[in-house]
């Protein structure tokens, strides 16, 4: 398949097509897994971001007596607290400092405003760049000075006397956030390629291993026409020869006579060898209705015998048959395609029988099936060959077969009847001792076993 241009253009297209496909579903695949994760970490974020603000609102709740005033009670719940007009920064970067109590150093901040929107205090790490202006928002997202992304939320705080006191935000830095979905899309940009790759590679062997039965059903299609067209040509060039050659000469009654008797033999042949054909194409396609009858092997095998009889006269070898039951043997099926069958394995064990052989049809039945053999005394099959002789246009000895009238049709018709009617057609033989075509079909009685015999 490899040094066939159109199939590794094929191959080819189909690799680049499946890789294509599959870059384009993992892409969106990938993209889809990104937006869920950041998604699912973003809903996370703003819970635990809801939950630190409503425990630090309630707690505060309960310590406000005055709006505005700020309790020294505070600064034990908020450790970090820094009220704006004093100056914060050793506290703010104390290493010792506890951040809002249970929250990571470094993320949260919070800070409170009076009801006149004035920033009171801060607490936590501060980001310094952060607008101070109260926005009343209940969720906001923003970038300080350097490029760093907050997310904060904005609560109404009351006092113990639920008089209005001001408001309440509670932040925290997204740095961790971003640095983890870098990660995420930094696997994900790196697995495309790697993945594309393995598809690619993956597609190529795939498409491979789909084309295979294609090929090499475009083998037996190209061997196929090939040989056709050798066996035409060779009895078309034959009477082409004949014609030519007669129209040099005067011929006389006789001359003309056997001219005509020889184009009629290549034209017999010619008709014999396209009939073949057109049957086979016709069994491949399933054009040809298998009628069932009830079919006499005792009469079929005479039948047989008694018509080939002459053939096997003609070439010194003696055609005898053999019945090893004594009752008769009915099987259902098409009797004309049986027929035809036999006949092909009969013709083709004269045609490799040398002179002075024998040729024994064998008639024989066991509890359920009913056998045919037919065993002759000829030049037998070498192993390597056995696999092929039932192929279309198969000759181990191609130039005896061919002097004989043989096209290589005749067993791959009686296989493709044997398949037609679901039965086994098997071959024993060694070279030098002959060979024993075996056709093995169900007894009328038993055509339930019929598929446990396709081989």
Same mark, same amino acid.
């Given at each position: 398949?490899?040094q066939?241009?159109?199939?590794?253009?094929?191959?080819?297209?189909?690799?680049? /097509?499946? %890789?294509?496909?599959?870059?384009?579903?993992?892409?969106?695949?990938g993209?889809?897994?990104?937006?869920?994760?950041?998604h699912?970490?973003?809903?996370?974020?703003?819970?635990?971001? #809801?939950?630190?603000?409503?425990?630090?609102?309630?707690?505060?709740?309960?310590?406000l007596?005055?709006?505005?005033?700020?309790?020294?009670?505070?600064?034990?719940?908020?450790?970090? &607290?820094?009220?704006?007009?004093?100056?914060?920064?050793?506290?703010?970067?104390?290493?010792q400092?506890?951040?809002?109590?249970?929250?990571?150093?470094?993320?949260?901040?919070?800070?409170?405003?009076?009801?006149?929107?004035?920033?009171? %205090?801060?607490?936590?790490?501060?980001?310094?760049?952060?607008?101070?202006?109260?926005?009343?928002?209940? /969720?906001?997202?923003?970038?300080?000075?350097?490029?760093?992304?907050?997310?904060?939320?904005?609560?109404?705080?009351?006092?113990?006397?639920?008089?209005?006191?001001?408001?309440?935000?509670?932040?925290?830095?997204?740095?961790?956030?971003?640095?983890?979905?870098?990660?995420?899309?930094?696997?994900?940009?790196?697995?495309?390629?790697?993945?594309?790759?393995?598809?690619?590679? %993956?597609?190529? /062997?795939?498409?491979?291993l789909?084309m295979?039965?294609?090929?090499?059903?475009?083998?037996?299609?190209?061997?196929?026409?090939?040989?056709?067209?050798?066996?035409l040509?060779?009895?078309?060039?034959?009477?082409?020869?004949?014609? #030519?050659?007669?129209?040099?000469? @005067?011929? @006389?009654?006789?001359?003309?006579?056997?001219? &005509?008797?020889?184009? !009629?033999?290549?034209?017999?042949?010619?008709?014999?060898?396209?009939?073949?054909?057109? /049957?086979?194409?016709?069994?491949?396609? !399933?054009?040809?209705?298998?009628?069932?009858?009830?079919?006499?092997?005792?009469?079929?095998?005479?039948?047989?015998?008694?018509?080939?009889?002459?053939?096997?006269?003609a070439?010194?070898?003696?055609?005898?048959?053999?019945?090893?039951?004594? !009752?008769?043997?009915?099987?259902?099926?098409?009797?004309?395609? &049986?027929?035809?069958?036999?006949?092909?394995l009969?013709?083709?064990?004269?045609?490799?029988?040398?002179?002075?052989?024998?040729?024994?049809?064998?008639?024989?039945?066991?509890?359920?099936?009913?056998?045919?053999?037919?065993?002759?005394?000829?030049?037998?099959?070498?192993?390597?060959?056995?696999?092929?002789?039932?192929?279309?246009?198969?000759?181990?000895?191609?130039?005896?077969?061919?002097?004989?009238?043989?096209?290589?049709?005749?067993l791959?018709? %009686?296989?493709?009847?044997?398949?037609?009617?679901?039965?086994?057609?098997?071959?024993?033989? #060694?070279?030098?001792?002959?060979?024993?075509?075996?056709?093995?079909?169900? &007894?009328?009685?038993?055509?339930r076993?019929?598929?446990?015999?396709?081989?």
């Amino acid at each position: 398949m490899r040094q066939n241009k159109l199939f590794n253009k094929t191959r080819v297209s189909l690799s680049l /097509w499946y %890789a294509g496909v599959m870059g384009l579903i993992l892409s969106l695949l990938g993209m889809g897994v990104y937006k869920a994760i950041s998604h699912a970490h973003w809903v996370a974020l703003d819970n635990e971001l #809801e939950s630190v603000a409503g425990t630090l609102h309630d707690s505060l709740e309960l310590k406000l007596k005055q709006p505005g005033q700020i309790e020294p009670i505070i600064k034990k719940l908020l450790p970090n &607290l820094c009220l704006v007009e004093t100056s914060c920064i050793s506290e703010r970067f104390n290493s010792q400092r506890h951040i809002l109590s249970a929250i990571d150093r470094g993320n949260y901040y919070a800070r409170l405003y009076d009801m006149s929107g004035r920033l009171i %205090a801060i607490a936590g790490d501060y980001p310094e760049g952060l607008p101070q202006a109260l926005n009343k928002k209940p /969720w906001q997202t923003f970038k300080d000075g350097t490029g760093n992304i907050y997310h904060q939320i904005s609560l109404s705080l009351h006092t113990q006397t639920r008089e209005d006191w001001g408001y309440f935000q509670v932040g925290r830095s997204l740095a961790d956030f971003e640095d983890y979905l870098g990660r995420v899309k930094l696997v994900l940009l790196l697995g495309l390629p790697i993945s594309l790759i393995l598809v690619a590679v %993956a597609s190529w /062997w795939l498409a491979g291993l789909a084309m295979q039965p294609i090929y090499r059903s475009y083998q037996q299609i190209e061997q196929f026409t090939a040989d056709a067209a050798h066996e035409l040509r060779t009895p078309l060039a034959a009477t082409q020869a004949t014609v #030519e050659s007669s129209l040099l000469v @005067d011929l @006389d009654k006789q001359e003309t006579k056997d001219i &005509l008797t020889t184009i !009629k033999q290549e034209n017999k042949r010619l008709i014999q060898l396209v009939a073949d054909l057109l /049957w086979l194409a016709r069994m491949d396609r !399933k054009a040809i209705p298998l009628r069932q009858q009830l079919c006499c092997l005792n009469d079929l095998v005479d039948d047989l015998v008694e018509e080939l009889e002459p053939l096997a006269i003609a070439n010194q070898i003696t055609l005898t048959s053999e019945f090893r039951v004594k !009752k008769s043997i009915n099987v259902s099926g098409d009797c004309d395609q &049986l027929y035809r069958l036999v006949y092909n394995l009969i013709v083709n064990a004269i045609q490799y029988t040398p002179s002075e052989g024998r040729v024994t049809v064998i008639l024989e039945r066991d509890a359920s099936h009913a056998l045919i053999q037919v065993k002759d005394t000829g030049i037998g099959i070498a192993p390597e060959h056995q696999k092929k002789i039932f192929d279309r246009f198969y000759r181990i000895q191609d130039d005896r077969s061919r002097s004989t009238g043989g096209s290589g049709l005749g067993l791959a018709i %009686a296989q493709s009847i044997a398949r037609s009617h679901s039965c086994k057609l098997s071959v024993r033989s #060694e070279l030098g001792q002959g060979s024993t075509f075996i056709f093995q079909l169900p &007894l009328a009685s038993n055509l339930r076993d019929t598929k446990s015999l396709i081989p």
